[in-house]
């Protein structure tokens, strides 16, 4: 009887090590005790709700009241707020780190460099000022700090480095696993929805194995290994974007120090958010990204973290393993100027009755005479045969390589901008938007660039190739061209189609 207890009593008190070394584990990650830290946190909770209410009241009655500049703080409120409930979530189930205090200062900057630059009525100014004293807490809780603010040098013009600035592989030890993450979301749905649901949230979050970004003033260009560069001003500008199927999506990019935002909304199927923060005294990346998709009620969050490998961007990571396979080992150098005018005809035909996606062409140039004899190799996509809804058949063509007459191989982007049967027949074109003459095509194609782009390279959760043509024309690497034909018929394009196609590599 003796040895019974005595076993029972063992057995107890390995289980209260147990649960004492699991305690401790959280603990390492942050100073002081338990209470006080989750005591600061109900703090920052609560101070939260009080500086977002006279916020609201403080925008009400000022100049700002229904402005682009209104939006922009709403924003970064809701980032912060949504960032330290993330905070506290975690800490409650004993797994908060450094990266998650951290990301709650990340976004207090944002609304930090706003007040500093708009000031509002002094009640909302107090609030902030309480709530910063709390935040100042947290940072020394978990050793961490504010991030340091980008400035203009004065008198030379030139910029002061950004920490976001450089060269960034992924740490899956130190990232949220997005399938765990889309079972979470969907565990409450019937089971075929949560199957299919739970497959287009993981492949909308699966994270790119590398990242690289340049910051000069207000100009971002960013890459992965999944997607090549694109270049934007994040200025919180408002931008609109037209989806094939006729709807208007807005995107919205923010740089505020060393924080980028990138916003795109209107259409459920594509709606995300990201931010992109400095950690660790900029030796780390964090890469927090809320996906929204049709059958949830509320977004789903993942946060990634990468490590440092450059100082500088090095955007040739496309290369790496999860990118797409390029076309005959072609140079990374684009050759034709970005704008030239091209007219090429298929080498083969294709149809709507027939092509799969993916289905490879080449057509062979005519003019400019320097490029005559070259051909030019691309992929078919984005296929649909007409319907009793839609009476419209459509396929998307895009353009990989260029091979010139004496072998080499060069990267190629380009928008197709007119196509005419062997038989003379017009064919209709459709640059991701309606839009008609060439300078006004340059001009949406920018503004449009950021949401689809941005999506498509930290993970294809802008719905995949919709943005292919935006983002060529800022010398992404791929181009676009819809091709479609109204009524009953396929679309058939027979061999010696001639194709009007603007280069838009690199500028």
Known sequence: MISARLGFTAIVAIGLLCLSFTADAQQRSYRGTYQSVLQLTHRIEDRTDLFRNSLDAGLDESSLDGSRAEDNINLFVRDFDAAVSRLRERFGRRQSTAADAQEVLNRAAA?????????????????????????????????????????????????????????????????????EAAERATQNLPYNDRQRIGDEVTSRLESPDQLAIEVRGQTVTIASSRAPQISFEADGSERLEATRDGRTTRARATLTGNQLIVNSSGDRQTDFNVTFDPIDNGSRLSVTRRVYVQGLDRPVVVQSTYNKTADVARFDIQSGSDSPATTGGASSDFIVPNGETMVATLDEGLSTKSARDGQAFTATIQQPSRFQGATITGQVSNLQRSGRITGRSEMTLTFDTIRLRDGRSYRFAGILQSVRTADGEVVKVDNEGSVKDSNQTTKTAQRAAIGTAVGAIIGGIAGGGKGAAIGAILGAGGGAGSVYVQGRDDLDLNPGTELTIRSSGPR
Request: proline share 7%; aromatic share 8%.
């Open 111 to 179: 609304i930090d460099e706003f007040l500093r630059r708009r000031p509002v009525d002094a009640r909302t100014q107090q609030a902030w000022s309480n709530l910063r004293l709390q935040l100042n807490q947290l940072a020394r809780a978990y050793s961490v700090t504010w991030p340091a603010r980008s400035r203009v040098n004065p008198g030379t013009g030139t910029y002061t480095a950004s920490r976001l600035t450089g060269t960034y592989r992924l740490d899956p030890t130190r990232s949220d696993d997005p399938r």
